[in-house]
């Protein structure tokens, strides 16, 4: 079968593999839709930690073609692929904060992945999609499930003024999530097609900058949701939060990277810093939410590539009006 594959720092490759067979907790996925997330872009330029050679693709869904001895999920099974394996033994996983385990293997990053005809993954990692749900949308059910994450951590109540900051998928995914909670929602983005889509998807107001944003809203906002992982939104992001806000920090800025905060600022303020890291739990939640309408998927897409069209997609950089590629292999 063809495989997208990570051969080194900054040579990836679509190259023929064996079909993987199942062990006996195993489930064989045929894949038939995978995002591509800007994580797979930080892999393949070494900005993230990885183990080559290793089959990208970490945002997956298809059906189940095969199953090992010991799994319960019939052949023809619609999954989504949960990409975190969690070792269920460490500190960290003892305490329930499985998204910080210590030992955690990430499918498409520290094993193959879904970036292939063929995905072979744990079956308790495979979640079956509700009924009616097609592979495409489940493919949001990660990057989703992520963003539900830094909603969880942001804890809006109704009320509340949102500024999201960045209108890739991840921002337009958290601009749904906080119309549901009830927020005003704010999304900055330089990207007029963005704004445009998070207009059509709930937000009440967009801006093009972030002087644009805090022209708009100068005493701040109750929650800043920095989706962009860029320097200047991290940096600024405390300043454009209320007194006693939170930011919430689900952009990924590379490894090493620094930015200056004021402390003397967020103290007086009192506006707390909050990270989100993966999706503790969170998957079946957004595999309903993306099942009863709250989150709609289809907007998000913006091109369906082949697998040698996504080694390429991913050695470059994004297209500023792009938010989802899915490969369909
Ligand atoms: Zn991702
Ligand atoms: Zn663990």
């Not at 692929?81 to 960290?92: K, Q, R, S, W, Y």
């Not at 200056?260 to 810093?273: C, G, K, M, N, T």
């Not at 309408?293 to 792009?322: C, F, K, Y």
Request: proline share 7%.
């Amino acid at each position: 079968m063809r495989a997208v594959r990570l051969l080194g720092l900054g040579d990836l490759a679509v190259v023929d593999v064996a079909r993987p067979e199942p062990g006996d907790h195993d489930v064989v996925v045929q894949v038939q839709a995978a995002g591509i997330c800007g994580t797979d872009r930080h892999l393949f330029l070494g900005e993230f930690p990885s183990r080559p050679p290793v089959t990208l693709g970490h945002e997956f869904a298809g059906v189940v073609v095969a199953v090992g001895a010991k799994v319960g999920i019939a052949p023809g099974t619609l999954v989504a692929c949960d990409p975190n394996i969690f070792c269920g033994t460490c500190a960290e996983c003892r305490r329930g904060r499985v998204n910080l385990c210590e030992a955690n293997v990430a499918i498409g990053l520290a094993r193959d992945g879904g970036f292939a005809e063929y995905a072979v993954i744990p079956a308790h990692r495979a979640l079956p999609l509700p009924a009616g749900m097609t592979a495409e949308a489940g493919a949001f059910a990660e990057p989703l499930a992520c963003t539900l994450h830094g909603l969880d951590v942001a804890r809006l109540i109704p009320g509340e003024r949102a500024m999201v900051l960045g209108g890739g998928v991840i921002g337009l995914l958290a601009v749904q999530l906080a119309r549901a909670a009830g927020a005003e929602v704010l999304l900055v983005t330089r990207n007029p097609h963005k704004r445009a889509v998070a207009l059509g998807l709930g937000a009440q107001h967009t801006a093009a900058t972030l002087d644009e944003a805090q022209a708009l809203w100068p005493r701040g906002a109750d929650a800043v949701i920095e989706c962009a992982g860029v320097t200047e939104t991290m940096t600024r992001a405390p300043d454009l939060a209320a007194p006693g806000g939170r930011v919430v920090i689900l952009g990924v800025l590379p490894k090493g990277a620094k930015v200056a905060w004021q402390p003397f600022d967020l103290l007086f303020r009192e506006v707390s810093i909050l990270p989100a890291f993966i999706n503790p739990f969170t998957q079946s939640r957004a595999l309903d939410l993306i099942a009863n309408g709250t989150v709609q998927t289809a907007p998000l897409i913006s091109r369906r590539v082949t697998l040698e069209e996504a080694a390429h997609a991913i050695a470059t950089p994004a297209l500023p009006a792009d938010i989802k590629l899915l490969v369909l292999p």
